[in-house]
């Protein structure tokens, strides 16, 4: 769908890894969603990975929020005891983009059936900036990167910076 009111936006993105045992030489979601913003030509000026611990991904939060407008941040979502990336973030959302976790729940459960309830996929506003937050799962970011950010940052920005 076409969105005339679509501004002219540089978007340029950073990617949060949220894990206890990810390396960069074996994070392959992070890597995944570097290629699929690469392929698209949206420059990843950050990357990171960081611990389950909400002062370490609220941290990496602060650095991405000066190097980027599109912050993704995969792991950590889901509903295990060190589960806290949605705990970390959501309080910093100014406004809450609802649709995006019901979406990824909806497409999700196409490919793992009903388990896609347990996904606490969350998005937001902050200071003109998108957020994401997704599991960690390399088909997960797949999926949420292809098929329901890049598709609609750009609108998803023009109307986050009015």
């Known amino acids: 769908m076409s969105h005339p009111h679509v501004l002219s936006i540089e978007i340029t993105a950073a990617i949060i890894t949220v894990s206890s045992t990810r390396t960069k030489e074996n994070d392959t979601s992070g890597k995944a969603i570097e290629e699929i913003l690469k392929e698209k030509n949206i420059p990843v000026t950050y990357y990171t990975i960081v611990p389950d611990r909400i002062e370490k991904i609220r941290d990496a ?3 991405a929020m000066k190097k980027a407008n599109c912050i993704i941040f ?8 060190d589960d806290c990336t949605i705990e970390a973030i959501s309080p910093l959302l100014e ?3 609802d649709g995006f976790g019901e979406l990824f729940r909806m497409k999700s459960i196409q490919q793992i059936g009903i388990t ?3 996904s606490r996929a969350v998005a937001g ?4 900036k998108a957020i994401f937050c997704i599991p960690g799962s390399t088909p997960a970011v797949t999926l949420a990167t292809t098929e329901l950010i890049v598709p609609e940052i750009a609108h998803l920005l023009s109307h986050a910076t009015r």
């Open 61 to 63: 939060w602060f650095m």
């Open 74 to 81: 995969n792991g950590g979502t889901g509903l295990t005891h």
């Open 95 to 97: 406004k809450r983009i």
């Open 116 to 118: 896609s309830m347990l």
């Open 125 to 128: 506003i902050s200071n003109g």
